[in-house]
């Protein structure tokens, strides 16, 4: 059922640019309004919750470490587990933010008879997420040829690996390969896994659903049904240098594609795509392991209830004296 | 302690993974004897000053809730979202990846879907997103938004009660999404509409007039620390003194109630009697501050702080220069990640260095507590003790890392050290099961009690399986751990799962060969057991 809705509104997506462009002829509001405004909620939703985020505070110091503390100096403590200096939290953050340190870390629950519980390592959900993501960024990457002129260096150069086996004519980004093959593994792995299926949501499936849609436009127009890529690129320079303008004969797939990009901008700050500024806010990822070498203050550690020693002396002291306990007052 | 009536091939064979295509969003819960805890003692919420004190119980159809109970939870929640930047970042960043669903020992041991830490935490994520979110109030249910009722309430006593706060899942999302801090706060929330577990309440009000969770006045204490010393001269002809409650003293030394009053605990108290003693250590031991534990952690932070204001409080009074403190799991949690802040900073207390060995724990600079291990591992390297290793012959040892050492402090080499230098036969679990992966008993937080015993059977699973299969390839017969709730719990759990394991602290089995000046030749270990010495004077090392 989920499913569906989520299918349901990526169609309703599409179709609104295509009646919107195609029909209505309102290329400037599909061209120039939405992803102007777009782009404004993306940033501003993303600031926006960042801000609301800091305006929480961190009461307590509770990073979940994985690896031997630091403690007497003979035991080799695990720098990028369980980080005690600021630089090993910059290390365990990199490799949690680059290399899903944690996801790596999966393991495969099976029950066998016995029953013999194991907990196999497996790596396909990993696999999966680390190529869509990586395959994302470098997509984000290229694309930048389309907003800047003179075309920058490092663009190019990523642009010419990612076509590094020059096969099919124009060459076949093996990004694109990759991300449609993740985001397929992934979706499907929502819908085969019962675990996962139980849990996901709409808002689970729609992301997905939409990127994908993002993902076939852009390969339809690359690929198949060649569009305009100069006029492509005058309309987005335009659009970046705040001289925006719509050209003419682009092709109805190239404002589907726009559309559907933005509609990812708009729908980002309000959604679980969050995960991509709230990870470098988790306490548990963080923090260093140094609670112990280090007072953690809690800007809100309002006063208790407490029971004092004199109070517990006065309820006891006969018995204290009884049993030949030292005590305050006699 | 109870039997379970269900035998252990009834209870896999009513384990299934896959769910029924049922919503989770439905809260329906069904409370089965066995599966859940009894509700707190009016008596003992009223003396706390908890709100709603009332006779009733989980099988109640009404709950008695205060009129504006939704009022005071939505208002509870928007107060911990504003105080709690951890709170707010799990509710909004969560994908739903599923990497933690067959990480929760009682999903492993239950089936129950409800039971993956993902599902957990949309429990509470659902009305989050129903009251606090924009997407939540426009789409509902499309947004994976609920409506909160009573039916919420009662779902979130009985899976938030079926949380340790082990944090095993946190280790594995790719977000470090902490289900223990969830699980506390949803807690703390229904502490403000009074439904809370007597297994909690009472040990809390018990540490708070008594100083310790058993409610032992401080006469019963001396005379428990009294009978332990009678005990270890039996065993080693050696008298020892155990001071209470003196000032002056270095240091002051706290440890988990059970210490001194249960078994198997009893014989890590033993160990660190004779260990205390034999390096001559000036130490006292304190009726007021006679709790490590914190049961006041599983509910509330504030609890939390009122219980643990007596360490630093007694430190001071005693005129102490720092503090040692025994084996326990979510003690040392407490003592790691929020002594300092919530009571310190102690800085009427030195920096602790061992007298002994002259080493400074600069891992504690600040909090200036020492945990046991770190303390004894110091000494063993340093040569300051004599051990023989094999007075421990008898054991086949492999090491359970209590879910809060590991996780919340990364102690993870300390105890291993104790025991290597102290025993033959060490071996390890499945790595998936150990360290930083390692398993609850399925009892913690709270749980641990009789009538909640199916459940703490289930949650146990993972641990005595592993355990079982070290028993299978090494022939392991004792279970360590450095944990006040594992050594009361585990024995019941392995009793059922496996058989023929026995558990007891580290420091037992550093006290068993411990080599004690003018001891005569030990003819039993701390329990009491026949044990044969093969040790040759001549190859002892210092």
Known sequence: ?330 | MSKVKTSPEELINSINYKPTRKDWMDPAVEFKPGTYNHSGNPKNVEYLGLPNPRKWQPSDSDWQLPENWKEIILEGLRDRLHRFRSLKIFMDICVRCGACADKCHFFIGSGDPKNMPVVRAELLRSIYRGNFTLAGKLLGKIAGSRKLDVDVIKEWFYYFYQCTQCRRCSVFCPYGIDTAEITLLVRELLNLIGVNIDWIITPVANSFRTGNHLGIQPHGFKESIEFAVDDLESVTGVRVEAPVNRKGAEILFIAPSADYFATPHYYTLLGYLALFHEIGLDYTWSTYASEGGNFGSFISHDLMKSLNAKMYAEAKRLGVKWILGGECGHMWRVINQYMDTLNGPADFLEEPVSPITGTKFENARSTKMVHICEFTADLIKNGKIKLDKSRNDHWKITFHDSCNPARALGLIEEPRYIIKNSCNYFYEMPENTIKEKTFCCGSGAGLGTDENLEMRLRGGLPRANAVKFVKEKHGVNFLGCICAIDKATLPTLVDYWVGGVEVGGVHELLGNALIMKGEKERKTDLRGNAIQSTRNEENDKI
Not at chain 1, 265 to 273: D, E, T
Request: proline share 5%; net charge positive; charged share 15%.
């Open chain 1, 1 to 330: 059922m989920y499913i569906l809705y989520s299918l349901v509104f990526v169609i309703l997506l599409i179709g609104a640019a295509i009646v919107g462009v195609g029909i209505a002829g309102l290329t400037s509001v599909f061209g120039i309004v939405i992803p102007y405004v777009s782009i404004v909620v993306f940033l501003s939703g993303i600031v926006y919750q960042v801000i609301k985020w800091s305006m929480s505070p961190v009461p307590f110091h509770i990073p979940t470490v994985a690896g031997q503390q630091k403690s007497l100096p003979w035991i080799k403590s695990s720098q990028l587990e369980s980080p005690h200096t600021s630089l090993g939290v910059v290390g365990r953050m990199a490799l949690e933010i680059l290399f899903f340190r944690s996801l790596f870390r999966n393991t495969k629950m099976e029950m066998k008879s016995g029953p013999v519980l194991t907990y196999g390592s497996t790596k396909y959900l990993w696999l999966g997420a680390i190529i869509f993501h990586w395959s994302l960024l470098v997509i984000l990457l290229r694309h930048l040829r389309l907003f800047m002129q003179p075309i920058p260096q490092f663009v190019i150069y990523i642009q010419s690996l990612d076509g590094f086996f020059q096969i099919g004519v124009p060459d076949i980004y093996i990004t694109d390969a990759l991300i449609s093959l993740a985001l397929l593994f992934l979706f499907l792995r929502r819908i085969v896994d019962f675990k996962v299926r139980y849990i996901s949501l709409v808002s689970d499936y729609f992301p997905l659903l939409l990127i994908l849609a993002i993902v076939t436009t852009g390969v339809m127009m690359r690929y198949f049904t060649r569009v305009d890529i100069v006029k492509i690129k005058e309309f987005a320079v335009g659009l970046f240098s705040f001289h925006p303008f719509v050209e003419q004969g682009i092709g109805l797939i190239f404002y589907v594609h726009l559309f559907l990009v933005c509609a990812l901008l708009v729908y980002f700050p309000f959604s679980k795509l969050l995960h991509m500024p709230g990870i470098f806010l988790s306490p548990t990822r963080n923090l260093a392991n140094n609670s112990r070498m280090k007072r953690h203050v809690n800007p809100w550690n309002h006063p208790v209830r407490v029971h004092t020693y004199e109070e517990y002396e006065d309820e006891f002291r006969e018995k204290m004296k009884g049993a030949g306990l030292p005590v305050e007052k006699e």
